[in-house]
């Protein structure tokens, strides 16, 4: 008998313990997600009773819902000025193309019939957030094919799943007129209330916020509560049209400008996280693999999704984006990203069961069905997860663990210390709305943009592709403390620096909470005007590399106690910012960036 309450806290720990090492050891997500749902699988008393499937894939289905609308939330019109196009053509024609390309193989290669082949074809079209957001997250992209991988990936979902859904009603139901007319149709209803279901709902939502009728606290559950509803409401009208409807809200708010959704698409993402891990757990803990799974999939199977990763996917993308602008190197990486994720398995099981429940003559092909799907994703999450983020650097396209610092604030100190970075070969970029210091930092050499820290046009519209760290650096407290707040999210809360606020701020500051400030710059008595006072003394940058017969304390004892660690460079290439938290001493191999006084022996 199965112990629900241990099942249960068991999945959510090893969802939760797959993130973490996923990102311990920079390790895709979804690989170990489905490792470990395999594994929970196989342990004893851990298998879910059948009786409750209706409603372990109504749960399933809500879930998916969430996690569209917050892929819908993070879809900004900005993002694609440059490839709007490309994604119209990746969403319509390359969609269009996998779906033939997928069926054919799946009757010639795999061995269906072809009313399943082209249902399998449908459905393998789909791609999603559950898969492509944690991928991304791993690899980061420059930006331009990140947002057109993640925009293709989010739309893709709900138009293939509504595909899949029509093109099985109407096998279910051994309709005699033509598959391709009638899915059409059917998908032009499921658009048309989902437009008006969505419309409706933005509008409600905006309004209830706008004009305060939800206080703070209610506003994140109402918007859950609220979304599950639409949802619902959008399926009982018209079959999966539910996807559609959720995604084109997100899509919605996320481009309105009348109210602020800051803290909803924050709260979104954590649940995503939550339910991404849960979700992956429990679906690859329901697959049996056996000799006899084995056996009904055969080495046809293996062939078919080879084909798929390496001619299907190549195949739609190129000709999807011919005239696209596009380089080589980016379209090469997007002919790599398509794997498949919870929807293709939630749908794919659903399907099997309304099949064999129906007593359907193609209910023998049913099993076959659910294991070829499971073996796609497991086979496409595990060759994209492995080989994504190699296939990244080696174009030149990933931004994976980046090394480059961007400053807030452009004083005569911020700039020496930027320049010194830059010239080591960080990329660094300057934010200050001062125009005399914009203009000397130009007349440096160093980039900068005229612009508030704490604006939407510094997150949405300034490259920050390489820049991995913020550096607050601003004569004023609140403004560093702001952009510490508004880019922890960008950059992690252990990339955020800024520096020690003034002693006459010191009350004001202690107010507003230790876990909403970035981490202290150089130490607590290293604030913007001790630094500019420094540097106006003499003070000069020195770079130091530490070896085993000059150590860091011979470097204290030729420079002085005043010295000022700022950085330290590893052998590896990773830069450290100095804080003022304890830490190991700097070693040999490290190269240190350091202020020491100008009088002293270099």
Same mark, same amino acid.
């Given at each position: ?88 053509? +990746? =969403?319509?024609? !390359? *969609? &269009?193309?996998?779906? %033939? ?5 799946? @009757?010639? $290669? ?84 989902? +437009? =008006?279901?969505? !419309? *409706? &709902?933005?509008?409600? %939502? ?5 004009? @305060?009728? $939800? ?94 990763? %390496? ?292």
């Amino acid at each position: 008998m199965t112990n629900y309450p241990l099942y249960l806290a068991g999945i959510l720990a090893l969802g939760i313990a797959a993130q973490w090492v996923a990102w311990r050891f920079r390790l895709p997500a979804i690989v170990l997600l489905l490792l470990f749902g395999v594994l929970l699988g196989k342990l004893p008393g851990s298998e879910p009773s059948p009786d409750g499937d209706d409603l372990f894939f109504a749960i399933v289905s809500l879930a998916v819902g969430i996690i569209l609308f917050e892929g819908g939330l993070s879809l900004n019109f900005h993002e694609i000025k440059e490839t709007r196009g490309s994604v119209i053509r +990746l =969403v319509s024609l !390359g *969609l &269009g193309i996998t779906w %033939l390309l997928t069926a054919w193989l799946a @009757y010639a $290669v795999a061995g269906f019939s072809p009313q399943m082949a082209i249902l399998l074809g449908a459905l393998l079209t789909v791609s999603g957030p559950t898969v492509i957001l944690p991928l991304l997250r791993h690899v980061q992209p420059v930006r331009r094919i990140g947002s057109l991988a993640k925009w293709e990936g989010i739309v893709n979902d709900p138009i293939g799943a509504v595909i899949a859904a029509l093109v099985f009603e109407i096998l279910l139901h051994q309709s005699h007129g033509n598959i391709a007319s009638d899915s059409l149709w059917g998908f032009a209803i499921t658009l048309l209330y989902a +437009l =008006v279901l969505s !419309g *409706l &709902g933005a509008l409600v %939502l905006i309004q209830m916020l706008r004009r @305060y009728w $939800v206080p703070d606290y209610l506003q994140n559950p109402i918007i859950l509560a609220f979304v599950i509803f639409l949802y619902a409401l959008s399926n009982t009208l018209q079959e999966e049209s539910g996807l559609v409807t959720v995604t084109l809200l997100g899509v919605m708010l996320a481009n309105q400008r009348s109210v602020a959704i800051r803290h909803v698409i924050e709260f979104k993402e954590n649940l995503r996280v939550l339910l991404i891990s849960t979700l992956f757990i429990v679906l690859s803990s329901r697959l049996t693999i056996d000799m006899e799974a084995l056996r009904t999939l055969g080495w046809q199977s293996v062939g078919f999704v080879a084909l798929l990763i %390496l001619v299907v996917r190549p195949v739609s993308v190129l000709i999807a984006t011919i005239g696209s602008g596009l380089s080589w190197q980016e379209r090469t990486l997007l002919s790599w990203i398509h794997p498949r994720g919870i929807v293709a398995a939630a749908v794919s099981s659903l399907f099997a069961l309304a099949l064999i429940d129906a007593e359907h003559p193609l209910a023998p092909e049913a099993d076959r069905f659910v294991l070829i799907t499971f073996f796609v994703i497991v086979a496409t999450v595990t060759v994209y997860g492995l080989t994504l983020a190699p296939l990244a650097r080696w174009l030149g396209l990933s931004g994976e663990n980046p090394q480059g610092v961007l400053f807030a604030g452009a004083s005569p100190a911020v700039r020496e210390i930027a320049a010194a970075l830059q010239e080591e070969g960080f990329p660094v970029l300057m934010v200050d709305t001062n125009p005399r210091n914009n203009a000397a930092a130009r007349m440096a050499g160093i980039p900068i943009a005229y612009a508030s820290i704490g604006s939407e046009f510094v997150q949405e519209e300034i490259d920050l592709g390489g820049i991995g760290r913020l550096l607050a650096m601003t004569p004023n407290d609140e403004v560093n403390t702001l952009a510490a707040m508004g880019l922890a999210e960008r950059f992690g809360r252990s990339e955020v620096y800024q520096v020690a606020a003034a002693e006459s701020s010191n009350e004001r500051t202690e107010a507003v909470g230790a876990y909403q400030r970035g981490r202290t710059l150089f130490g607590n008595l290293s604030t913007t005007e001790q630094l500019e006072s420094r540097f106006r003394a003499g003070a000069v940058i020195k770079k130091t590399l530490l070896t085993d017969d000059f150590t860091f304390d011979d470097f204290l004892a030729r420079y002085g106690k005043s010295t000022l660690v700022l950085f330290r460079i590893e052998e590896s290439g990773n830069l450290l910012v100095a804080t003022d938290e304890k830490s190991t001493p700097p070693g040999p191999g490290q190269k240190l960036i350091a202020l020491v006084n100008g009088t002293s022996d270099s």
